[in-house]
C-alpha cells in the first residue's frame, strides 16, 4: 500500500510539473496577445477553426487558444487567470478533473478548454447543479464567448423544443445535469428526427463534478407516464373473451404459454369493436387488451398465480407461494385481472424511459470536471468514468486554521457550546457559517440563537435564487448563517470590509458527515484566495457517525474522564479523536463506493439493451428510402422461432396444427393454409414454404402503395410495437432486479443470474416485437394516412431514488418448485377450462330455455355487468349484437 501511495504521490507531482510547463508556454504569450486589437483577437476564432479543419488537433492549438481567452477575459470581463488557472483548464481539456479550493476561480478556469473544444463545432456542455448556477454562468462567460465569435445556448427546463434545438445546436451550451439527462431520454422517444433537440455529446464540463457523479450517481432519471387513463377498455375486452369458446374461438398453446383468436375469435371481435379489420394499426391497443384479457382468464389461474385479498390482486410467488406485497404485473396484466375478478382496476405509472447520471455522462465522447473535493473519491472517478483527480495548487497559501475536533457526551452538551460559540464570535463581528447534515437540526439550533438574542439566517437550499443571496452575504460582519452542508455550491463567501482582522469566515460544524468530501466542502468556504479564517467541529457521542463506527478507543477514554457527573460540560480535544473519525469516514465511503458500483455493474445490462434499442429505433426513424429487408427479416425470425418451437423431437410428435394455427392468425388468410400442407416436410421445408408465402402477401401489400406511403406504414408499426414492448421490458427488468438479490442463498451470484436472465428477456422481448410487427404488417389493411404517436408525449417526469433489491428463498429449490409449478398450472388450468366449459354449456342451456341471462359471472346481475361497463343507452350493445344497448340487453333493465 504504502508503495502505490508513493506511486500515486510522483504520479502527481510528475504531472503537476507537465502543467507548469504548458502554462508557462501560454504566459509566454502574453504580450503578443496584448498587442492585438479586438478584430484581430475576434479573428483567431476563425484561423483556429481553419487550422483545425485542415488536420491540426485541439491539441495543436491549445497554448495559442488559451492565450487568446486569457486576453479576452482580462478585457471583456476585468479578469485575467493566474498561473494555476491555466494548469487547471488544461487538466480538464485532457479529459480530467482539476480540484480547486474554493474561491481559485472555477468558472474562469473552464472558459479555456470549453473555448478551445468548441472550435470543432461538436459542441461543448457545461453542467451545472442548478439552474441559477447555468443561468448566470451563460450570461457572465457568455459575454467572453460572443466576443470571441462563439455562440452560447441556455437549457433549463420549460423550454420549448425547438428553443431547446437552439440551445444545444449553440456552440458552447449550459445546463443542470437532470435537463440533459431528461433530454436524452425524450429524444429517443420521438417519431420524427427533426423532433429532437440534442446532438451527439461531444465534450462536457462537470461543475461541482463530485456531486453530479458520486453523490447522485444512484440517483435514476425516470420518464413515466400513466399506465391506462381508463378502465373501461379492460372491462368491455374481458367481458368479450369470457364469451369465448376454446379451440372454436381461440386456442391455446402451452409449450410457448401463448393464447390467440382463431379466425373465428376475430370476427366475434370485429363484430363486437365495430371495426373493420381487428389488426389495423390503429387497433394496436385494442389488441394489447385483447391479448391481456385471454392471458388473464385462461392462462393466470386463480389461488396458482394470484389470489383476490380483499378486494385486491395480489401475486403469488411462484417459488415460495407467498404473497408479493406490493407487486403487480406489468403492461396491463394485473387489470385485465382485476377485471377478470370484478374489482377495482387500479391505474398505474409506468416507466417509459430511465438512465443513471453514471451511464448518462460516460456516453460523451470526452468527460471532464472540476470541484473544490475529489481527491478521497479519486478511484472511483478513475475506475467508473476513466477521469485523473489532479489536486490543483492554490494561486495564495491557505492560511485558515482548522482546529481539532470537539467532542461532547450527548446531543444537548453539543449545542449549547455550539450556540454559546456562536454568541461569542457574533459579538466581536466575526462572521459565521453554522454547518447542519439535517433540516431539523437548522430548526433546532435557530431556537438555541434565538433565545440568546442572536440574529441569523437560516438556509436550507430549498431557493437556489435565495441561496445565492445568502451566501453573498454570508462574509459580511456580525453575520450568522445557519446552512445544510451541501449550502453554497458554486458561489464563494466575499468577506466584507474588517473581516480579515477580526480572523476572517469562521466556519462551524455541528457533526461530520460519513463522507470526508462533505466536510472539506464546508471547511473550504472559508480561507479562500490566502483569507485568514477558522474552522472547528463538534461532535457527540450520541451523533450518526459516532454511534455507527466511533471506537472502543474513544469511548474508554471518555469514560475514564467521567468525573462526578460533571462530564456534560466537558469535552475532548485531540487530533488522535480527528483520526479516529476521520477513519470511520473512509469504512462508510468505502461502502458506499461499494454500493455505486454494483449498481453500475447491475445497470450496465440495461446500457447495452437501451443502446440496442435507441440505436436500432433511430434507424427506423431515419431510414428514407425501403425497411422492407427489416420487416421481411422479422417476418422471417418469427417463422423460424414459431417452426422451431414445434418441431421438437421425433417427427410424428411434431405439432403441425400449432404451425398452421400460426400462419393462419398471423401470416394469412385461413383458408390458404391447411395441416396437409405441411405433412411429409422437413423443417427447412416448414420454414421454406411459411417465408414464401408470406413473402408473396407482403408483396401484393406493398403494391397498393408508394415506396413513400409504405416506408412511412411500417415506421408507424414498428415504432408503436417497439416502444410498447421496450416500456414492458424495463418494468420487467425492474422487477427482476429487485427479487434477484437473495439468489445468492443458493450460491449463485446475484449479478451473473442478473446478466443472463436479462439477457434471455431481451430476446423474449425482441421475438415478441418480431411477433408482433409481423402480426400488424400482414393483417392490417395498408393504409396512406397513419400518424406515428409518440409515447409518453404527455408523460409525468420524476427522478427517483432506486429501490433496494427484493428477495426469493433458497434457490437451490428454484428448479424443483418450477416444475412443481408446472404441473399445478397445467391441472389448474385443465380444471379451469373444464369449468368454463361447463359454465358455457349452462348458459347456453339457459338461453335456449329462454331464462334470464346471467351467463359468465356469478357474482353480478345483469343490470350491475353493463352499468359497470358504462355503456349508454344508444351506444352498441357490446354483446356484439349489432343493435343498440336499449334494444338487446338494456331493454328490460
Not at 433549463?156 to 443542470?176: H, L, P, Q
Request: proline share 2%.
Amino acid at each position: 500500500m504504502a508503495n502505490f501511495l508513493k506511486e500515486l504521490f510522483e504520479n502527481d507531482k510528475a504531472e503537476l510539473k507537465s502543467l507548469a510547463r504548458q502554462a508557462d508556454k501560454i504566459i509566454v504569450l502574453a504580450d503578443n496577445m496584448a498587442a492585438l486589437s479586438d478584430e484581430e483577437i475576434k479573428e483567431k476564432t476563425l484561423e483556429f477553426k481553419e487550422r483545425y479543419k485542415k488536420g491540426e488537433t485541439l491539441d495543436d492549438l491549445l497554448i495559442e487558444a488559451f492565450a487568446v481567452v486569457r486576453e479576452a477575459a482580462k478585457r471583456v470581463l476585468g479578469l485575467y487567470p493566474y498561473k494555476v488557472q491555466l494548469m487547471g483548464g488544461i487538466t480538464l481539456h485532457k479529459g480530467n478533473i482539476a480540484e480547486m479550493k474554493t474561491g481559485e476561480g472555477k468558472t474562469l478556469t473552464a472558459t479555456m478548454p470549453v473555448y478551445l473544444n468548441a472550435i470543432s463545432g461538436e459542441g461543448v456542455h457545461v453542467v451545472t447543479v442548478n439552474e441559477y448556477l447555468a443561468s448566470r454562468d451563460a450570461v457572465e462567460m457568455g459575454e467572453l464567448y460572443e466576443f470571441l465569435g462563439l455562440t452560447v445556448g441556455l437549457n433549463v427546463t420549460g423550454k420549448s423544443s425547438e428553443e431547446k434545438r437552439e440551445a444545444y445546436n449553440a456552440d458552447i451550451t449550459y445546463s443542470t445535469n437532470n435537463e440533459i439527462g431528461f433530454d436524452y431520454l425524450r429524444d429517443n422517444m420521438v417519431v420524427y428526427r427533426n423532433q429532437m433537440v440534442q446532438r451527439p455529446l461531444n465534450f462536457a464540463v462537470v461543475d461541482e463534478v463530485d456531486s453530479i457523479l458520486i453523490d447522485e450517481a444512484r440517483t435514476p432519471l425516470i420518464i413515466s407516464g400513466q399506465a391506462e387513463k381508463s378502465t373501461a377498455l379492460y372491462n368491455r375486452t374481458d367481458f368479450f373473451v369470457k364469451g369465448l369458446k376454446e379451440e372454436e374461438d381461440y386456442t391455446i398453446d402451452l409449450t410457448s404459454k401463448s393464447i390467440a383468436l382463431t379466425d373465428t375469435g376475430i370476427e366475434k371481435a370485429q363484430k363486437t369493436f365495430h371495426i373493420k379489420n381487428l389488426y389495423d394499426v390503429d387497433n394496436t391497443s385494442l389488441v394489447h387488451h385483447l391479448d391481456q384479457a385471454l392471458r388473464a382468464n385462461f392462462i393466470m389461474i386463480k389461488d396458482v398465480d394470484y389470489v383476490v385479498n380483499e378486494g385486491k390482486v395480489q401475486i403469488v410467488d411462484q417459488f415460495t407461494g407467498r404473497i408479493m406485497e406490493g407487486r403487480r404485473y406489468s403492461d396491463g396484466l394485473h387489470q385485465a385481472i382485476e377485471a377478470k375478478e370484478n374489482v377495482d382496476i387500479e391505474n398505474e405509472s409506468r416507466t417509459m424511459a430511465t438512465i443513471t447520471f453514471q451511464n448518462l455522462f460516460r456516453m460523451y465522447k470526452k468527460l471532464s470536471g472540476m470541484t473544490g473535493t475529489a481527491k478521497t473519491e479519486e478511484e472511483e472517478f478513475r475506475e467508473i468514468y476513466n477521469m485523473e483527480v489532479i489536486a490543483i495548487p492554490t494561486n495564495e497559501p491557505i492560511v485558515r486554521k482548522d482546529y481539532p475536533d470537539l467532542l461532547y457526551p450527548n446531543l444537548n452538551s453539543k449545542f449549547k457550546a455550539v450556540a454559546k460559540e456562536i454568541k461569542e464570535r457574533h459579538e466581536k463581528g466575526q462572521p459565521i457559517l453554522v454547518g447542519t447534515v439535517a433540516i431539523e437540526t437548522s430548526e433546532l439550533l435557530s431556537d438555541l440563537l434565538k433565545k440568546e438574542g442572536v440574529p441569523h439566517e437560516i438556509l436550507n437550499a430549498k431557493n437556489h435564487f435565495k441561496e445565492a443571496e445568502i451566501i453573498i452575504n454570508a462574509g459580511q460582519r456580525g453575520a450568522v448563517t445557519i446552512a445544510t452542508n451541501m449550502a453554497g455550491r458554486g458561489t464563494d463567501i466575499k468577506l466584507g470590509p474588517g473581516v480579515k482582522e477580526l480572523g476572517g469566515l469562521a466556519v462551524i460544524g455541528t457533526e461530520r458527515h460519513e463522507s470526508r468530501r462533505i466536510d472539506n466542502q464546508l471547511r473550504g468556504r472559508s480561507g479562500r484566495q490566502g483569507d485568514p479564517g477558522e474552522t472547528q467541529f463538534y461532535l457527540s457521542l450520541e451523533d450518526d457517525l459516532m454511534r455507527r463506527f466511533g471506537s472502543d478507543r474513544i469511548k474508554q477514554v471518555w469514560s475514564k474522564l467521567n468525573l462526578d457527573g460533571e462530564e456534560d460540560e466537558m469535552a475532548i480535544q485531540s487530533k488522535m479523536l480527528s483520526r479516529q473519525v476521520e477513519s470511520a469516514q473512509k469504512r462508510v465511503e468505502g461502502n458506499n463506493y461499494d454500493t455505486r458500483k454494483n449498481v453500475l455493474e447491475y445497470d450496465e445490462v440495461m446500457r447495452e439493451q437501451r443502446e440496442i434499442i435507441y440505436g436500432q429505433r433511430l434507424d427506423i426513424i431515419t431510414e428514407t428510402e425501403s425497411l422492407r429487408s427489416v420487416t421481411l427479416n422479422m417476418i422471417e425470425r418469427t417463422i423460424n422461432r414459431m417452426v422451431d418451437t414445434h418441431t421438437q423431437g421425433e417427427k410424428e410428435t411434431w405439432d403441425l396444427k400449432a404451425i398452421r394455427d400460426f400462419a393462419a392468425n398471423v401470416l394469412f388468410h385461413p383458408d390458404t393454409i391447411s395441416e396437409a400442407d405441411l405433412e411429409n416436410k422437413s423443417v427447412a421445408e416448414l420454414k421454406q414454404l411459411l417465408m414464401e408465402r408470406a413473402t408473396a402477401v407482403y408483396n401484393e401489400k406493398e403494391a397498393q402503395l408508394s415506396a413513400d406511403q409504405l416506408l412511412e406504414f411500417q415506421k408507424v408499426v414498428i415504432l408503436r410495437v417497439v416502444d410498447q414492448k421496450w416500456t414492458e421490458h424495463i418494468s420487467n427488468m425492474d422487477e427482476l432486479r429487485q427479487g434477484i438479490g437473495l439468489r445468492s442463498y443458493a450460491q449463485n451470484n446475484p449479478l451473473t443470474e442478473y446478466q443472463a436472465e436479462g439477457f434471455n428477456r431481451f430476446q423474449e422481448m425482441i421475438a415478441s416485437i418480431d411477433y408482433d410487427v409481423t402480426r400488424v404488417v400482414m393483417k392490417s389493411e395498408v393504409r396512406q394516412n397513419l400518424q406515428r404517436e409518440s409515447v409518453g408525449s404527455n408523460s409525468d417526469i420524476r427522478a427517483v431514488r432506486e429501490s433496494e433489491a427484493g428477495g426469493v428463498n433458497q434457490a437451490e429449490q428454484i428448479k424443483r418448485a418450477q416444475a412443481a409449478a408446472m404441473q399445478v398450472r397445467q391441472m389448474m388450468m385443465a380444471k379451469q377450462m373444464e369449468k368454463l366449459r361447463a359454465q358455457k354449456a349452462e348458459s347456453d342451456q339457459q338461453k335456449n330455455n329462454r331464462t334470464p341471462a346471467n351467463e359468465i359471472t356469478e357474482e353480478p346481475t345483469e343490470k350491475e355487468k353493463y352499468e359497470k361497463l358504462k355503456v349508454g343507452r344508444n351506444d352498441p350493445c357490446p354483446c356484439g349484437s349489432g343493435k343498440k344497448y336499449k334494444n338487446c340487453h338494456g331493454k328490460d333493465l
